[in-house]
């Protein structure tokens, strides 16, 4: 491959995707001492909600949801042995989460969690979610949608991906001591901008407009003993913001996610990024994979960049963490569904009459979204002949094949655990 | 108002002097005619206005250029109505012109043929160099072996319903949505009654009418039914594709007997390709199928290439209402014309039907269904719609996808938030909207919203306009309960049938967001 203008690098292991499976894939390789190299564009968990489902929903056509994600796990591997659940250990999940959990609580993204039942969340068209943790600032939340408390909804002129009358009331009938009250965030009566969680999350960074806020919802806290509010306490701090919103309105308060790119998904990613940095892992940012090779003793030799080849890097192993459609990791054109880097063999259904169903809603999900890369156990995508299509390329997250996230609500789960056993599968591997 | 109203026994009767069934281009068109005249009508809508093929169709005004090789009359029609409309509805249509175009491989003997039809039937016409065609429009196919100009142009048959209806209401029309016939009482050789039912509410209301029209599209026959008239229909379905861009300036024609996906049609800010004849059985179910979506592009692609590789953002069908024959094998052959039927020869005598026709042609119907109805009523008063211009209102503004930036920018420093960024919707749009709505439908909702508006058209489908907007109604308490999560599905559900058959690109990864953020994050489906 002739890349003289390209830089040079060589690392062990490289992880390609930027969303969930592609951070937890670096974090545990780097956590392993293990030379990573990550690159991708901006993943999907900036639109996350910052729950982390493990398992919710199986069958999903029944809409059969679990209290206890682990039996559900159960049933769904009983019933659909060729899930990637199936090729992961029980204890390794928990440990993953563990490894994942731990970590975020250092570096001041705690998570609230109950280790064997799925908590319930409200989401922002004002459905409960049961999921399996919530960052911390949502776990007040919880427990006030658990006892029906007395509650207060605050929501924000000119914050159009939240509504607080929306939430109080679909819940009606669940939970008729909610209520919602609209204010204006502070100083802004005077500006219609486009307005975002970010900016205000932003914005409450600073004391002064946290203090304006306080007042502002303080005359409308009343009898409620919670008070919830889009998730706006900060981009960095929200512990302690969360913590001193609390004590001046007097009542414990919560964050509740807002639809589109959200302020949690935002954490998430940039707690991922700042502690893969500090670890050593070379991030590419908005990069891609532009050529792929192979030289004889078995290390890949890949041109990474954005339109022109700017890095080569020669790398031992690769965990394909790209995602589905919206990461990139697969395409489709008017005929097949095709994996976009190695064009790997994709399970799917034979013809485009097959991918989707003619109702959005179907219970039954879409069949194109069980679509994806075949593995074996050490979660190495398979070429049509049914063996490894690498020695050392193995496969992580949403885009491996037989499972739908979106209906089971196992996304996050997913993204840890199987980041997990490929991170270990490829040290056995590679000794 | 001549309507009165009076409660019995739950079931709400009104008076007038026409009652028209159907609020489509006739429908309305019709109702504008009459209200010029002075007369009072009801107009029976089952859905909402162009619920049926007056909303889904290709929205080009024919120069009759297509039809000269298979209906002069219809030829003409086009022609001179496409005239007036252009003079007196400047408002809903773009004078883009149009093109008829040949690639190699076409049946030449159809290509040399082309402009003697043409000046038979007085379509204006203009032989054009290969060269300069495709300098006018870059996108067509280096295959081109002949290229005429023509005098086509487009026309938004939304505004333009809208617009009509709007003016009728202003002149004391009655416009009742949601209200389907389900039956009539007839005394002697007159319809007395209608019977409506409410189909969101099951509400009730007779309706006495002097005269009834049956305009109802595609179902003239079901209505006609329910007196014991039998009319022959023959259902043609026909979808077509809108692209994420505009592709062309004016309308591309390909230049061959009337087959499928032959037209390119510019739509404002994008491209709409079309269409298909599909015959079908029965009204209910209809959508665009994989099959028909991947025949139009590769049918297309012929005439221009990039439509090969070009993003769609969504497919929809409509049914055209055409007028059975005997004999007819091909669809594509069969009268795009219409009749005017005066029932006589049923033992009716204020009952009339207008099955069949064209967009384009909807106000010359509409007149002379009119006539017959003023004759009937001993009315004297000339048809205005000829030498009236269509005035321009707030009801069929919002449909034009310029207005809405425009509007945002004028009002940035006022509270007029974005409610959709595809199509730069501020919430003054949609409290223009809704007002428009109270007035003509009676039910607000997504859907109707999304009629009078570019709500949920943007290539985003209404991933992110859908839950803002419903969440704006809940906050202007317009919402109550779990109401605007069933509106949310159906509206999502609506979308999606246009969005299923054209899902590969862009826009399956658009349609994995989508299904991302309300299943997978937020529960949407359970």
């Known amino acids: 491959m002739a890349m003289s203008t390209s830089k040079t690098i060589e690392c062990q292991l490289t992880v390609i995707g930027r969303g969930m499976t592609g951070m937890a894939s670096a974090f545990f390789a780097a956590n392993r001492g293990i030379s990573t190299v990550q690159i991708g564009i901006t993943g999907g968990t900036i639109f996350a909600s910052g729950f982390l489902d493990l398992m919710d929903v199986h069958p999903i056509e029944e809409k059969k949801s679990w209290r206890d994600p682990w039996a559900g796990i159960d049933a769904l591997i009983k019933d659909s042995p060729n899930h990637p659940y199936a090729r992961v250990k029980k204890k390794n999940i928990r440990a993953a989460f563990d490894e994942v959990l731990s970590f975020l609580k250092e570096a001041g993204l705690p998570y609230y969690r109950r280790e064997d039942r799925n908590l319930e969340m409200i989401t922002p068209l004002g459905k409960i979610k049961r999921t399996y943790c919530v960052p911390q600032t949502m776990a007040n939340g919880v427990r006030a949608l658990e006892e029906k408390q007395p509650c207060l909804l605050v929501g924000f002129r000119g914050l159009n991906d939240f509504s607080a009358r929306q939430i109080v009331a679909t819940m009606q009938d669940k939970w008729p001591d909610l209520r919602a009250a609209r204010i204006s965030f502070p100083d802004t009566d005077h500006v219609s901008e486009i307005f975002t969680g970010e900016i205000m999350a932003q914005a409450l960074e600073l004391s002064d407009n946290r203090k304006k806020l306080i007042q502002a919802v303080s005359p409308h806290v009343k009898n409620a003993q919670a008070v919830g509010m889009p998730a706006i306490f900060g981009m960095h701090r929200s512990q302690e913001i969360s913590a001193e919103l609390e004590e001046k309105i007097g009542v414990p308060v919560f964050e509740i996610p807002t639809m589109s790119v959200s302020v949690p998904g935002l954490r998430l990613n940039d707690t991922f990024a700042s502690h893969l940095s500090l670890k050593g892992v070379r991030l590419l940012p908005q990069s891609r994979v532009l050529k792929v090779g192979c030289e004889s003793n078995g290390r890949f030799v890949l041109g990474v960049g954005n339109k022109t080849t700017e890095y080569t890097i020669r790398t031992k192993g690769i965990i394909l963490a790209s995602g589905r459609f919206w990461g990139r990791g697969l395409y489709a054109d008017r005929r097949s569904i095709r994996e976009a880097i190695f064009d790997l063999p994709v399970y799917q259904p034979s013809d485009r009459e097959g991918w989707h169903r003619q109702n959005f809603l179907d219970p039954r999900g879409h069949p194109a979204n069980r679509a994806g890369l075949e593995i074996d156990d050490s979660f190495r995508p398979l070429d049509s002949s049914g063996r490894p299509a690498f020695e050392t390329l193995f496969a992580a997250g949403s885009i491996l094949a037989h499972q739908d996230w979106m209906r089971m609500k196992c996304g996050s789960g997913l993204a840890i655990s199987t980041a997990y056993e490929a991170v270990n599968a490829f040290l056995k591997l590679n000794g | ?526």
Request: charged share 25%; aromatic share 6%.
């Open chain 2, 1 to 526: 108002m001549l309507c009165l109203m009076h409660a019995k026994q739950g079931i709400e009767y009104m008076e007038t002097q026409v009652l028209i069934i159907g609020a489509g281009a006739t429908g309305t068109g019709l109702a504008r005619d009459l209200a010029l005249r002075g007369i009072q009508c009801i107009v029976a809508e089952k859905g909402d206005i162009n619920a049926g093929a007056s909303g889904s169709n290709h929205g080009l005004l024919h120069s009759g250029a297509r039809y000269v090789s298979t209906d002069p009359t219809v030829t003409k029609e086009c022609r001179e109505e496409s005239d007036i409309l252009k003079r007196f509805a400047p408002h809903c249509i773009e004078n883009t012109g149009g093109l008829f175009v040949a690639v190699e491989g076409d049946d030449e003997k159809y290509v040399a043929n082309f402009p003697n039809l043409c000046s038979k039937c007085s379509i204006p016409v203009r032989s054009l160099d290969i060269k300069d065609a495709r300098e006018l429009e870059p996108a067509l196919s280096k295959n081109l072996i002949a290229a005429y100009a023509v005098d086509d142009a487009t026309i938004d048959p939304f505004k333009l319903s809208l617009e009509n209806i709007f003016q009728a209401q202003q002149l004391g029309t009655t416009l009742l949505c949601h209200n389907k016939v389900v039956g009539f009482k007839k005394s002697g050789n007159r319809i007395q009654a209608a019977y409506l039912r409410n189909i969101k509410t099951g509400d009730e209301i007779i309706v006495e009418a002097e005269q009834v029209v049956n305009a109802a599209g595609v179902w003239v026959g079901e209505v006609a039914a329910l007196v014991g008239i039998s009319i022959d229909m023959l259902y043609s379905k026909g979808s077509l594709l809108v692209t994420d861009n505009r592709l062309t300036k004016r309308v591309i024609n390909r230049l061959r007997r009337p087959s499928d996906g032959d037209i390119l049609v510019p739509g404002n800010t994008v491209s709409i390709l079309g269409t298909t004849s599909v015959r079908i059985e029965s009204l209910n179910e209809v959508h665009p199928t994989i099959e028909e979506v991947d025949l139009i592009v590769n049918e297309g692609t012929t005439m221009i290439p990039v439509l090969e590789t070009t993003r769609y953002i969504r497919a929809y069908a409509g049914v055209r209402p055409l007028i059975s024959a005997q004999g007819e094998i091909d669809d594509r052959s069969v009268s795009r014309g219409f009749a005017l039927l005066d029932h006589v020869q049923n033992g009716l005598e204020n009952f009339a039907t207008i099955p069949g026709g064209k967009l384009t042609t909807y106000r010359f119907m509409a007149e002379k269904a009119a006539d017959l109805v003023c004759q009937r009523l001993g009315v004297s008063s000339p048809c205005l719609t000829k030498t009236e211009p269509l005035p321009f209102t707030q009801a069929g503004r919002w449909t034009e996808p310029s207005l809405g930036p425009r509007q945002w920018l004028d009002e940035k420093n006022t509270d007029g938030s974005l409610l959709c960024e595809c199509e730069m919707l501020s919430t003054s749009v949609i409290d223009s909207v809704i007002k428009t709505i109270q007035k003509q439908n009676g039910t607000l909702d997504l859907k109707a919203i999304g009629l009078r508006s570019r709500v949920g058209k943007g290539p985003c489908q209404g991933t992110s306009c859908g839950g803002r907007v419903i969440g704006y109604m809940y906050e202007q308490g317009l919402l109550d309960s779990d109401l605007g999560l069933t509106d949310l599905r159906e509206f999502l559900c609506e979308r999606w049938t246009g969005e299923r058959p054209i899902l590969w690109g862009e826009q399956i990864i658009q349609a994995e967001l989508k299904e991302a953020l309300y299943c997978g994050l937020s529960n949407l489906e359970l």
